[in-house]
């Protein structure tokens, strides 16, 4: 998760942040925490066509992975980041279960698939699409009538 995102739900401004964790550097190793080059920020906001991210910055963000997010709650004392940590690790958790859950269930289709013949491909083919995430509808730009 990006220190912007991360201080916008801890509600801290983002430098505030990032000093509580320079504080206390020993608590966030590279493999908790690092910062976007400028050329990876550069292309993660290419991603975006309107960047909420404000104008010009000095200093690329900051990225915690799922240990140093749950780092800052120690660095962070504030009963808001305390909730804040308990609502992420949930939601890491619950994504966990679903990665692992479609992993299994495209691992038993793959065996079941072997089982049979040529006619059931188009069965298999559906049940696939099925497990795909479903893609984000893309807003319409401009004016127009609203179906």
């Known amino acids: 998760m990006l220190s912007t995102d991360l201080a916008e739900l801890y509600e801290v401004a983002p430098k505030v942040m990032i000093q509580a964790v320079k504080r ?86 793959n065996e079941v698939e072997k089982k049979y013949d040529s006619q059931f491909k188009v069965v298999f083919d559906a049940i696939r699409g099925l497990m795909k995430p479903p893609e984000t509808p893309r807003r319409r730009i401009g004016f127009g009538s609203h179906s």
């Open 24 to 109: 206390n550097l020993d608590r966030f190793p590279d493999d908790f925490m690092f910062q976007l080059t400028r050329v990876e920020y550069a292309n993660l906001k290419s991603q975006f066509v309107t960047s909420s991210w404000g104008g010009a910055r000095r200093a690329a963000p900051y990225a915690f992975t799922e240990q140093g997010v749950a780092m800052l709650s120690s660095v962070l004392r504030s009963q808001r980041a305390v909730q804040v940590n308990i609502a992420i690790m949930r939601t890491f958790v619950k994504l966990r279960q679903m990665l692992s859950s479609n992993r299994d269930l495209a691992r038993r289709l």
